[in-house]
């Protein structure tokens, strides 16, 4: 290694003193001179005396930045002691708002922390005349209250220009690495390496930082790279040439907005041969050239970056299944075939489109052409969802859930008037099995195995991710009846299908003639008294989905209860075994499917919750942000595996013989890219 690459290393690994930034200023409207230190700890009674030598004793403001990281994933309290205002941010959330003059007083706040993640927090104080005091301090349950200390904080970081640069001695961004910061990026190695510790050959890159432009225009970015490339900036991708090329180069065009810090990604994998790398940009106003270091700031990687690279990854999954049912099936024929599970090493289970399971394959690329605006997906996604609809003629009366959602986005991005009448007579099958005396809609393809002559109107739970279809056609005939029937059979399952603790039974059976509840049973589970997982992230999904399409609060009720379940029950990394009650041994499968519903049902369920209970809206963000970062992550991606979809370790139906377990899934890719969907918006 370089002696510059080991001062570029240790640079971008520095560490810095713990405490926060605090800037003071000599007047009480954060105006007048100022004077600038690390403060340990927030933990200040200056009484009749001043900040600073250059501080007056009255009539002065401070303002503390930096980052909190808590030590335990659980809901903290944050406690300021003041005299006079105070205002508390944290994670961006004003926790603590008392912008008055007052005596010594003490409040509160309260936000859900994940354990060594850094939050962003911000303090904000006004001193006006007599005794000053200004102390933050917080509590947990497992943490007595007390100052919040030095080791848990720490002020901003000064860096360098440039980007964060990591290096992998493979092209799939494996093996050992190197992290530096690159001033720019502009390298033209050949045969030679970046650095001695990386290769020459087969190893990959990836860079990630800010870029602030200095005038408000669209910005061409170019790479030139040889080989593989992608480009994000502000999270869209804008360049895509992941495949072996000499030097080539590719541009994306963006709108900027002069002196906002945008988030830049660039990837790129060298194969063999020469190796070069180029980012450039032009404007308007800006000739051609390498993007400089004054433009650029390093940047640890996050999350989105994480979920664009996962993203940019089911684009090149899922266009690889659509090329092979285009060459096996034939362009014509390709879109009346879905592809359901598939074992690692193995082709896709393919289902016509009469299949409850057919829905998920033309919903993914909905959710790719959202994602990435790219009209090819928007086509594809057309054909696949056309292919559905003719499967209608039969006399299917369940499991539109997936048909719903490819249809209601046809509709919207084509106006097709198929698409409508599609989604209106599979609402109308389904409010065809309405019973009034049980208050549901029967769910008809299985029989209770109680033995009780009684239990003969079964309920389905996942049957509840049909109700957005009724209610969408409910709208659109302005037929109250219908509207009122899905509203009820979602109250019937609120009140029938949970146990005690919030976990779930699949099938609930009633007796018709009554309506009583006679049994609780699963098809999928472990056992009738466990919780199948993906049945738990149905619940999740389907009755926050309801709540925000009807406004009851009962449903928004059910939801937290299985949310809350969830978050209590599910393993560190945040997805679950195909049974939350399953004895759990070290070849258990997991399943990434009800992870990714989950996930997406908790980010809905915290979006509608954030103005009213931001700690559990926190709460419930963190569990999906924990479960996008292992479904990004490569131990559920199938990304350098032999398995066939976005995600790997889906279990479709474990009871089966054999166990459907272990695969690729298009229902975890479809709800994993909802997710991410959610999350970025």
Do not use: C
Not at 213 to 238: C, I, M, P, Q, Y
Not at 272 to 299: F, N
Not at 328 to 339: C, K, L, Q, S, V
């Amino acid at each position: 290694m370089s002696k510059r690459m080991q001062i570029e290393t240790l640079e971008s690994r520095r560490l810095f003193a713990g405490g926060l930034q605090g800037t003071y200023f000599n007047n009480v409207d954060f105006t007048g001179s100022t004077f600038t230190r690390t403060d340990a700890t927030v933990n200040f009674a200056w009484g009749t005396g001043a900040p600073a030598s250059a501080i007056a004793a009255d009539t002065f403001s401070a303002q503390w930045t930096g980052t909190v990281v808590p030590t335990q994933s659980e809901t903290y309290t944050f406690h300021t002691v003041s005299d006079d205002g105070v205002r508390l941010w944290v994670d961006g959330k004003l926790l603590i708002n008392n912008w008055t003059n007052h005596a010594p007083t003490e409040n509160t706040g309260q936000i859900a922390l994940v354990a060594g993640r850094a939050y962003d927090i911000k303090l904000e104080y006004f001193e006006n005349v007599r005794g000053a005091v200004m102390q933050l301090l917080w509590s947990s349950p497992t943490t007595p209250k007390a100052v919040i200390p030095t080791s848990a904080l720490t002020p901003p970081a000064v860096v360098a220009n440039g980007l964060r640069a990591t290096y992998f001695n493979n092209a799939d961004f494996t093996g050992a690495s190197l992290t530096r910061t690159d001033s720019t990026v502009n390298f033209v190695w050949n045969s030679g390496s970046p650095a001695s510790a990386i290769g020459s050959d087969t190893f990959s890159a990836r860079w990630t930082g800010t870029v602030t432009a200095s005038t408000s225009e669209t910005f061409t970015f170019t790479t030139r790279s040889d080989d593989g490339v992608r480009l994000w900036v502000n999270h869209k991708l804008l360049i895509n040439n992941w495949t072996n090329h000499a030097p080539t180069d590719n541009t994306g065009q963006i709108a900027l907005v002069a002196g906002t810090a945008y988030d830049i990604q660039l990837e790129y994998f060298e194969n063999v041969g020469g190796a070069v790398v180029q980012l450039s940009w032009s404007s308007p106003s800006t000739p051609k050239a390498i993007i400089p270091a004054t433009a650029l700031a390093p940047r640890t990687p996050s999350l989105a970056d994480q979920l664009d690279h996962a993203v940019a990854f089911s684009i090149s999954a899922t266009q690889r299944t659509v090329n092979e049912f285009n060459a096996t099936y034939g362009p014509a024929n390709a879109p009346n075939r879905f592809p359901q599970f598939a074992p690692p090493g193995e082709n896709w289970a393919v289902v016509d489109g009469a299949h409850w399971a057919a829905g998920f394959f033309p919903a993914t690329m909905w959710e790719l052409y959202s994602l990435t605006g790219n009209s090819a997906w928007k086509d594809n996604a057309t054909r696949w969802t056309r292919g559905m609809a003719p499967t209608l003629t039969g006399g299917r009366t369940d499991d539109f859930y997936g048909f719903h959602d490819s249809q209601l986005a046809l509709l919207a991005a084509s106006g097709d008037p198929a698409a409508q009448s599609a989604m209106v007579m599979a609402a109308q099958r389904k409010v065809s099995t309405y019973n009034a005396t049980v208050g549901a809609m029967q769910s008809k393809w299985r029989a209770s195995t109680s033995g009780d002559p009684r239990a003969n109107f079964g309920v389905l739970l996942d049957h509840i991710m049909d109700l957005p279809n009724v209610l969408w056609a409910a709208d659109q005939l302005g037929d109250a009846t219908m509207r009122q029937q899905a509203i009820q059979n979602a109250l019937t399952v609120a009140a029938n299908q949970f146990r005690a603790d919030g976990g779930i039974y699949q099938w609930v059976y009633f007796e018709a003639a009554t309506g009583q509840r006679i049994s609780g049973e699963t098809y999928q589970g472990y056992g009738n008294e466990t919780t199948w997982s993906r049945g738990q992230a149905w619940a999740i999904h389907g009755f926050s989905e309801l709540a925000r399409l009807t406004g009851v609060p009962e449903l928004r009720n059910a939801a937290r209860r299985a949310a809350d379940y969830w978050v209590a029950h599910a393993p560190t990394d945040g997805v679950p075994y195909w049974d939350f009650d399953v004895p759990v041994t070290s070849s258990t499968p997991r399943d990434s499917s009800a992870a990714a519903i989950a996930a997406s049902g908790l980010l809905d369920l915290a979006k509608q919750l954030a103005g009213t209970d931001g700690v559990t809206a926190a709460k419930y963000r963190s569990a999906a942000e924990k479960i996008l970062t292992s479904l990004s992550s490569a131990a559920y991606l199938s990304e350098n595996t032999n398995s066939r979809g976005t995600l790997r370790h889906a279990t479709i139906n474990y009871p089966l013989n054999p166990p459907i377990a272990d695969d690729s899934s298009s229902m975890a890719d479809r709800y994993f890219l909802q997710a991410v969907s959610r999350y970025q918006s």
